[in-house]
């Protein structure tokens, strides 16, 4: 029997809800919400309102501390896109609840723009980093982003800028929905907006200027993209060796010795439910590292910095694990494979012939597939132009049973 209702409301208030979600507020004895959303519904709010607690992470703690009772919850718009229902729905069964969605802010935007929303990019940048746009700059893509505060355009704009979007346009749709509704529109390098609504949401339409850093959305990526020391799984290898990983939406990998961490940015990129922790022992290259989360727009790498196997102590146990450096050091590779899941991918690359006999053993002992990987580019000779090898690599590829 559901005890909870939880209603999306929106800047117009009670007057944008239907009767049953008003009705919905006027029944509950408790009402939760942020401060905002508790003075929309207060002429419908008979019982205890109550806001939201802080830190957020209170507050499914004292809606469940309230089960049983008629309770209900506030939401901006649509709550369960980037909104509080997802959150509850961890917690709560659906039986135990009844939704009314209101039109979310993306929702909004696209209708007053004439944007149709499943050939737009919808990112929430409430609280996240903005850096997760970044893999969505192409030429032409529309993009919807919900921003902190009313310092998130002119960040957002900054970023484009910096990134060689600079003639983008950057629209910024303020209290969508209620009288203090606004729309303007500038071009990202001139951006110089003031007093916006701390609620917005902004409308990106990417418009690059040559140079502009777009990622292709194929592995292997062009090398001169990421910040490294030479020690990086060149463009090629790193491509194949994604491939032998196999990224499974959801997954979590381990990029061991990660050097630039070029493969965990890739396995990232790949969707945006996957996980990845990067293992490396050398300060300057974890660095190097965060560097390239960021400016690749995968923030949430992980970096745990030490040697392996060591360093692997604690980690949670993962799907898939490449071993670029180090592996040749003794227990690595005996713990990786200790810690895969049933079922998961290694991968290993060999650059020296001690490596190579490491995973030869291991080939003999375990099986998988052994692939050799040999590369030339063109270099000149006197006058003329030849092919030079680069260094060949043995990959050990295997399935834990």
């Given at each position: 029997m559901?005890w909870?209702?939880?209603v999306?409301?929106g ?5 944008g ?47 469940l ?10 939401a901006s718009g ?13 917690h ?19 209708a007053?723009?004439?944007w ?6 919808s ?6 980093p ?7 700059l192409?030429p ?7 921003t ?9 704009a ?5 990134a ?8 910024v ?8 509704e606004?729309?303007?529109?500038q071009?990202?390098m ?18 690059p200027?040559?140079?502009a850093r ?21 463009r090629?290898?790193?491509a ?6 196999a990224p ?9 010795g ?23 022992a050398?300060t300057?290259?974890?660095?190097r590292?965060r ?7 995968v ?16 980690l ?11 592996g ?18 290694l991968?290993?690359n060999?650059?020296t ?13 375990l ?12 270099s ?7 092919w030079?090898?680069?260094m060949?690599?043995?990959?050990w590829?295997?399935?834990k049973?």
């Amino acid at each position: 029997m559901s005890w909870l209702s939880v209603v999306g409301i929106g800047e117009d208030g009670l007057g944008g809800l239907g009767q049953p979600a008003r009705d919905a507020i006027a029944r509950a004895e408790i009402v939760f919400g942020g401060a905002r959303h508790l003075e929309l519904a207060s002429a419908a709010i008979a019982g205890e309102a109550r806001p939201w607690p802080s830190p957020f992470s209170a507050a499914i703690e004292a809606v469940l501390a309230e089960r049983g009772r008629a309770v209900c919850v506030l939401a901006s718009g649509d709550p369960f896109h980037y909104g509080v229902g997802s959150t509850l729905s961890r917690h709560i069964n659906a039986d135990q609840m009844v939704v009314y969605p209101h039109p979310s802010s993306f929702s909004l935007a696209a209708a007053r723009l004439g944007w149709s929303i499943p050939e737009v990019t919808s990112l929430s940048l409430h609280g996240r980093p903005l850096d997760l746009i970044r893999p969505h700059l192409h030429p032409a893509a529309r993009i919807l982003a919900l921003t902190s505060d009313e310092h998130g355009p002119a960040a957002l704009a900054k970023l484009l800028t910096e990134a060689g979007f600079g003639i983008s346009i950057v629209t910024v749709l303020e209290a969508l929905g209620g009288p203090r509704e606004r729309i303007r529109s500038q071009v990202a390098m001139n951006f110089g907006l003031d007093d916006i609504d701390p609620l917005n949401v902004c409308a990106v339409t990417v418009v690059p200027l040559p140079g502009a850093r777009i990622l292709p959305l194929t592995p292997g990526l062009d090398d001169a993209l990421f910040e490294h020391d030479g020690q990086i799984t060149k463009r090629e290898v790193r491509a194949l060796t994604l491939s032998a990983l196999a990224p499974r939406r959801g997954e979590l990998l381990w990029d061991i010795g990660a050097g630039s961490g070029s493969i965990a940015v890739e396995w990232l990129l790949a969707d945006p439910s996957m996980k990845a922790i990067a293992i490396e022992a050398d300060t300057e290259r974890a660095g190097r590292i965060r560097s390239n989360a960021a400016n690749f727009g995968v923030p949430d790498l992980q970096l745990a910095e030490g040697t392996a196997p060591q360093a692997l102590a604690g980690l949670e146990s993962p799907h898939a694990i490449f071993i670029g450096g180090g592996g040749s050091d003794p227990g690595v590779l005996d713990a990786a494979i200790t810690a895969l899941r049933p079922g998961g991918r290694l991968v290993a690359n060999a650059v020296t012939l001690e490596m190579e006999a490491v995973l030869l053993a291991r080939h003999a002992d375990l099986g998988g597939s052994l692939t050799r990987i040999d590369i030339a580019r063109p270099s000149p000779v006197g006058s003329m132009t030849a092919w030079r090898p680069a260094m060949p690599i043995t990959q050990w590829a295997w399935v834990k049973g």
